[in-house]
C-alpha cells in the first residue's frame, strides 16, 4: 500500500512541521539558533503548568489552517517540539540530555546533543497520545512523522555503544516499536524524518538502509520517508542533487519525500524510484513570498515525465516551522489550489 485509499489523486499534505504562533514559542530565539538537540525549554512563552493545555489549542489552530487550505492529509503541525527531532530523542531511557555531548550540524558548527551513557531503550510510547489527539480534531488522512534511526545516532554524542552503526540500530529498534503502536492508535501514514542520509553519505551508505530496514521490519501500515536538504532558514545553499537517495529503492518504505522546488531539482532522480510514490517538495521555503498556483502546478508539472501522478503527493520542500503563519498558509492554499487544477487538468476528478 503507497497511498491510502480514500485519497484523491495528486494528494496535498505538510511533510512534518507548520508554523507555530508567536504566543506560544518564541520565534526570533527559535530562528536565531540551529535546531535543538537536547531540551530548549526556555523557547516557550507558556508557564510550565498551562504549557500542555497551550500547545493542545496551539495544535488545534495548525489542524484547522491545514483544513481549511484544503490539505488532504493532516499532521499535528509538531506543535508540541522544539524541533523535528528532540521532542523523541529525548524521551528514550540510555541517553543523558542534562550533561549533553557535541556534534557537528549539518551546517559544520558544533551543536549541544543528547549523550548516549547506556542501552537505548524506549520505555513508554511517546507521540501516541500526540496522534489520538490529531485522530480526535480530524476526519480527514493523518500522518505522523517521527525521526529517523540514522539521523538521531548521527545527532548523538556515542559514549556506550562500540560505534555508531550499533547505536544506529539502537535507535531502530525504538522507533520500530513507536511506529507499531502509532499504526495500533490509528496513525494512517507515518513518516521517517531522515535529512542525516543525505547529509552524511559515506556514513550512510555503510549502515544507514540496514538501519532503517530494521525500523520498518514487520511495519503493515502506509510509512513514508523524508530526505531534505536542512532548513531552509538554517541552510541556505542548495546542492545540486541527492548524494544519497537511489539506494532507497530496495528500502521496504511506501513513500519518499524529496524536495524540488527551491532547488530546482534534476528529476531525472525519480526513474530510480519508479516503484515507490513520491512526496513531491514543491513549495519553496526559502522566502515567505506566497507561490501562485499556476507557479507551484508547473512544478508538478516537471515530474510527469518520470513519474504517472497517481505516484505523487505534494508537499512542501520541508517543514514550515521558520515561515511566517501568514506565508504558511498562503502557500498551502497555492498548493491545494495546485492540485486541484491539475486534476482537473489531467482529468483525475472523480
Known amino acids: 500500500m503507497t497511498v491510502p485509499a480514500s485519497l484523491p489523486p495528486l494528494p496535498t499534505s505538510l511533510v512534518g512541521s507548520y508554523a507555530q504562533p508567536e504566543w506560544l514559542i518564541d520565534r526570533a530565539r527559535l530562528a536565531d ?23 493542545d489549542d496551539a495544535t488545534v489552530v495548525a489542524v484547522r489552517a491545514q483544513e481549511l487550505a484544503g490539505l488532504d492529509i493532516v499532521t499535528d ?34 551543536n549541544p546533543v543528547p549523550r548516549i551513557v547506556g542501552p537505548i531503550r524506549r520505555t513508554h510510547p511517546v507521540q501516541v497520545d500526540d496522534l489520538r489527539f490529531l485522530r480526535a480534531h480530524t476526519d480527514r488522512v493523518i500522518k505522523m512523522t517521527v525521526p529517523g534511526p540514522f539521523t538521531m545516532a548521527q545527532q548523538a554524542q556515542n559514549d556506550y555503544y562500540p560505534d555508531d552503526a550499533s547505536a544506529a540500530m539502537a535507535y531502530a529498534q525504538a522507533v520500530n516499536a513507536e511506529v507499531a503502536d502509532l499504526f495500533e492508535a490509528g496513525a494512517d ?24 530496514n530494521a525500523a520498518l521490519e514487520g511495519i503493515t501500515g502506509t510509512t513514508a520517508v523524508h530526505l531534505c536538504f536542512g532548513y531552509a532558514a538554517i541552510i541556505h545553499e542548495r546542492p545540486e542533487g541527492y548524494s544519497f537517495l537511489p539506494e532507497l529503492a530496495g ?42 498556483v499556476e507557479v507551484v502546478a ?19 520542500d520541508c ?6 503563519r501568514s506565508a504558511a498558509e498562503g502557500k498551502l492554499r497555492a498548493l491545494a489550489g495546485a492540485a486541484a487544477l491539475l486534476r482537473e487538468e489531467l482529468g483525475l476528478l472523480d
Open 189 to 212: 501514514v507515518v513518516q521517517l524524518d531522515e535529512p542525516y542520509l543525505q547529509a552524511r553519505p559515506a556514513a550512510a551508505r555503510e549502515y544507514g538502509l540496514a538501519t532503517l
Open 298 to 316: 508547473r512544478r508538478v508539472r516537471r515530474a510527469f515525465d518520470r513519474l504517472p501522478p497517481r505516484q505523487l503527493v505534494l508537499a512542501p
Open 251 to 292: 528500502c521496504p518504505v511506501d513513500q519518499i519525500s524529496i524536495e524540488t522546488a527551491q532547488s530546482n531539482l534534476d528529476l531525472g532522480v525519480l526513474a530510480d524510484l519508479s516503484d515507490k510514490t513520491v512526496i513531491l517538495g514543491v513549495l519553496d521555503l526559502s522566502t515567505p513570498a506566497v507561490e501562485t
Open 77 to 110: 503541525g509538531e506543535i508540541r517540539r522544539e524541533s523535528y527531532s528532540n521532542h523523541f530523542a529525548t524521551a528514550l531511557q540510555g541517553v543523558d540530555v542534562d550533561n549533553p555531548g557535541t556534534a557537528l550540524d549539518r551546517s559544520g558548527h558544533p
Open 33 to 55: 539558533r540551529f535546531p535543538p538537540r537536547v531540551r530548549a525549554k526556555e523557547l516557550w512563552r507558556i508557564a510550565p503548568e498551562f504549557l500542555a493545555e497551550a500547545q
Open 319 to 324: 517543514g514550515m516551522k521558520y515561515l511566517p
